[in-house]
Every structure is written in C-alpha cells, then in structure tokens.
C-alpha cells in the first residue's frame, strides 16, 4: 500500500532507516522495549506522511493583513484559475498567432484589455513591479540620470530599495529636493542632456507628513514633455478603480497617472488588482516598443499561466459594478463588518472549546489593514477572536506555544500577537467549515507538543 502511494525506493528507504532506528534503541536499552512491527510499520507511514506533504500549501491569513506580501498577496477567482489551468495542461496560442499562423506575442493576449483600463496606448507584462522598474529604467536610462524626488527612494520589503534597482538598471540617480520638499523647480535644474527619463515613485508604504511639497505630476509632466525626457511613475499597487467608491482612501490608478501625463506608468500585478504576480508596464507606443527590444524583456517575460489568469482578471473589470464581489482580495477589503461580528460569534465557541484548558477565546473588535505597501496608515475596523493564555506568569511563552499549535495545523493558521493575546481577524476567513473541522486537531498538537 506504501510502495504504490510513495514508490518502492522510498519506502525501502524509510523502512530501513526506522529499523535502524529501533536498532539503536535496543542497543542503547539493552531490551527490545515496546517495538511492534505494527508500531513500525505506523511511523514509517507517518513519517512518509510528512515527507511528501508539500512544502508551499495553502494557509489561513488570519494576520488582519489583506494582501500579506508573506502569504502570497492577493487570492485568485476562480475565473483566473480555470483560465491557468486551461493552459497549464496543454498546448496554447502562446505566441502564435492563429489568423495569420505565425509567430505571436504573448503581450497580445492582454495588452487591448491593459490599454482599455488604463487609456495608455501600449502596455507590456513582466514577472513583477521590481522586474518592470528595473527594464524601465534600463530601457531608457542606462548610462544616464535619472532625477528622483529624495522624497521617494523607497525601500519596499525583500530588499527592493530604488537607489539599488537604479544602480542595477546601470542608471546614475539624481537626488533631487529634500526628504519632506521638493519643488518643480529642483527638477527643472536637475533635467539636463543626460537625463534619461525622470521617475516619481509612489510612496506606498510610508507618509511624509507635516510641512511637505511635491511637484505636481501635471506640472512634471509638462516639464518633462518640453525638455524631451519620459516621465515614468512607479505606482506600486495600481489599483485599477476608485477605492472611494468602497468607502475606502483613494489610492492612485494608472489611467489617472496617465491622465496627468506620465509617459509610462508601472504597477504589481498581485497587489490591488488582485490578479497573479506580474509587473505592468502602459503608456507611450513608442517606449513601450524600446523596452520590448531590451534583451533583457526575455528574462523577465512571464509564463502563460500567469497571462491567463490576469486576463481573467482583467475580464473581470469590465463590470464594475460587480467586481468587489468576484475578487477575493477587494471582497476581503470591503467585507461588511457585520459579516466579520457574525462570524466571530459562530466560530468562536469552537476555538474555546478546542482551547478549554489552556486558553480562553473571546470575540474581539480588531483592525485590518490592505497590506502589499497600498495606503499604509490606513485601518479598517474588523473582528475577531482573541486568545488569552490561562497561564498569566508565563504568558509570553504560552502565547509563541499557542501560535506554534495553529501553525502546526492541516491548514496552518497565521494570526498575530497583540497585546497579551492571539489574535485571529476574520476578515479574511471565507472557508468557515475548513477552519473549524480541523480545530480539534488543536488539542492533539498540543499533547503531543506537552
Ligand atoms: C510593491 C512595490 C514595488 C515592487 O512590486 P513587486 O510586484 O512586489 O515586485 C515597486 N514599487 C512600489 C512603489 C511598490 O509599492
């Protein structure tokens, strides 16, 4: 049964080493104790079990964090899945240009439906943001400057820090203004005959607050447009519709950056538009042809899964009206906070339960936030359970065995530590009978952890 599940040579091999195992047991015991070849037999299973788990598996955000760059950002539909998985399992019209029967472009799949969002004339994918920043500016600024507000040298988690990816992109940086100031006029001084394009990165994940000034993206752009340099905003997250209609802060799109006059605008794809990972790059026909004949557009070039599934999503903003239903990560963000308090009433007597003698459970209000750089500061008021340890003397220690034990679980849960208690934020949790059935397992963790 083990060899037709994991294969012979496996098997041979974890039943060799578990007799080996009980080997050293006898000799170190000098009797051969309490081994059975039942018991045997079980921890090879076991330990096969574990083995061929897999390493990258499917978890429970419970962090109140909604595009959790840790917990693999935004959550697909449905639609984008079944699109990927059409063409993961066999040939497709990748590059293949079925009018005609020549050789395609694999942006041709999703550049009309880029452009008809975004209003830019040309667009192309990469395999992320960091990915389309770096062949920008390698397209258009190697060897020269690129003046950038000392406001906006960035440095969003896992190492992208723009004054590196300039660096890499062989650009020579041009600092201009100050950290809280900058004015048109710095830019103005700092264009010159070797200024390859000018950049305005958007600041997602922090605020410069008080006595601040930029320039305004329309006043740039003009600048820009007289001097003969492209101007290219770095959006980050890019949400492609107004969040304000949600009730949320606004956060900038593309078609307006575009709308101001930039000549390129760059954004995630896995961020707020809530589609796979990928970077977009739209805007001018002209330069979106330059940065296509970079050698470097081939390593980086995406692969048809992840062109069928933003297509899919893509589709999806055609009909606004329904959008904040059919994607997971914008469902998450606009999830009524009555929803989120009648689920915490439901599952909580279940985590209690689970719980009992080492913890007590208790609906809580918490707050969320959008995660992935987008609106930083920003709160959404949610709901959830905390989880306060019984022990009170050892508290803390009690708190990291508590994380350990729903890490631990089928589906592992990842919630957050909070003033003296586990909190779990619901906002995320959509599949509710997954999360309960497996939380009698909580208590097996933690005897066999005891
Ligand atoms: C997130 C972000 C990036 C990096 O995007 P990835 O898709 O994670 O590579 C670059 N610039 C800004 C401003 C961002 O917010």
Redesign the pocket.
């Known amino acids: 049964m083990l060899i037709a599940r994991y294969g012979r040579p496996v098997v041979i091999e974890a039943m060799r080493s578990a007799l080996d195992e009980v080997r050293s047991a006898i000799v170190a015991n000098g009797s051969s104790g309490n081994f059975t070849e039942a018991s045997v037999f079980d921890r090879v299973a076991s330990k096969l079990e574990q083995e061929s788990t897999p390493s990258l598996r499917r978890v429970f955000n419970l962090t109140g964090t909604v595009l959790h760059t840790n917990l693999g950002r935004a959550p697909l539909p449905q639609e984008a899945v079944d699109a990927a998985a059409v063409v993961a399992l066999g040939a497709s019209n990748l590059e293949y240009d079925l009018a005609d029967g020549k050789r395609g472009d694999r942006d041709d799949h999703i550049e009309q439906q880029i452009c008809r969002l975004t209003g830019a004339e040309a667009a192309t994918v990469v395999n992320?943001?960091?990915?389309a920043?770096m062949l920008v500016l390698n397209s258009l600024g190697a060897d020269r400057e690129v003046p950038t507000s000392r406001g906006e040298l960035?440095e969003?988690g896992g190492s992208?820090r723009l004054p590196d990816i300039m660096a890499c992109a062989g650009c020579r940086l041009r600092e201009v203004g100050t950290t809280n100031r900058t004015h048109l006029r710095d830019f103005v001084e700092a264009i010159g005959p070797q200024t390859g394009l000018v950049m305005k990165?958007?600041t997602?994940?922090y605020e410069i607050v008080g006595f601040t000034a930029t320039a305004s993206e329309n006043e740039l752009a003009q600048v820009c447009k007289e001097r003969g340099v492209p101007f290219v905003i770095?959006?980050?997250?890019g949400s492609l519709i107004d969040l304000r209609r949600y009730g949320l802060p606004h956060e900038p799109t593309p078609a307006e950056a575009l709308a101001h006059g930039a000549d390129l605008v760059t954004f995630?794809g896995?961020?707020l538009l809530g589609g796979p990972?990928a970077?977009i790059i739209a805007g001018r026909a002209d330069l979106i042809a330059r940065i296509k004949r970079n050698p470097m557009k081939r390593a980086l070039r995406v692969d048809k899964m992840t062109i069928a599934a933003l297509s899919a999503v893509l589709q999806l903003y055609a009909d606004p009206d329904r959008i904040a239903e059919r994607l997971p990560g914008l469902r998450a963000l606009t999830r009524p906070i009555e929803d989120i308090r009648a689920l915490a009433l439901r599952v909580c007597p279940a985590i209690a339960a689970a719980l009992s003698d080492v913890a007590s459970a208790e609906p809580v209000a918490c707050e969320s936030q959008i995660g992935?750089?987008a609106l930083p500061t920003f709160r959404i008021q949610s709901a959830g359970i905390a989880i306060i340890p019984l022990d009170a003397k050892a508290r803390g220690a009690a708190l990291l065995r508590t994380e350990a034990a729903f890490r631990a679980l089928p589906a592992p849960v990842v919630g957050r530590v909070h003033d003296g208690a586990y909190v779990l934020d619901l906002r995320c949790l959509e599949d509710e009978a997954g999360f309960v059935a497996q939380l009698d397992q909580l208590r097996h963790t933690r005897e066999t952890a005891a």
């Open positions: 992320n943001n960091a990915a920043v960035v969003i992208f990165v958007h997602s994940n770095d959006l980050g997250s995630s896995d961020k990972q970077g992935s750089g």
